[in-house]
């Protein structure tokens, strides 16, 4: 069974940061692609920034300059570092990954979502 954890969330005031961690465990044999996404009230969820399965990087152009997205391959780890924090950065943050367990095909899975709210 595979899971994604996330952690970090929190409340932040304007112009502050927040890291978010996640990490994938269970019966792995690899993954594609992982990294964040998020939704906030009344709105569709919406990419933030993931590591695709060429290994580059894609951001959400209202994040550029601000978040930074990293990871640890080894561990089955993602981050994503949030700076400059503004209030329509406010969302539930979930984490994604597109990977193969064991002895099944590929498909999308997703954390439980961590809450990131950010006051003026």
């Known amino acids: 069974q595979v899971q994604l954890v996330e952690s970090g969330g929190g409340l932040v005031q304007a112009g502050g940061s927040l890291r978010l961690s996640c990490a994938a465990s269970?019966?792995?044999?690899?993954?594609?692609?992982m990294g964040w996404y998020r939704q906030a009230p009344g709105k569709q969820r919406e990419l933030v920034a993931t590591?695709?399965?060429?290994?580059?990087?894609n951001y959400a152009d209202s994040v550029k300059g601000r978040f930074t997205i990293s990871r640890d391959n080894a561990k089955n780890r993602v981050w994503l570092q949030m700076n400059s924090l503004k209030p329509e950065d406010t969302a539930v943050y979930y984490c994604?990954?597109?990977?193969?367990?064991?002895?099944?095909?590929?498909?999308?899975?997703w954390g439980q979502g961590t809450q990131v709210t950010v006051s003026s």
């Open positions: 994604n990954a597109r990977l193969t367990p064991r002895g099944l095909y590929e498909r999308d899975y």
């Open positions: 590591f695709t399965s060429g290994g580059s990087t």
């Open positions: 269970g019966s792995i044999f690899s993954i594609n692609a």
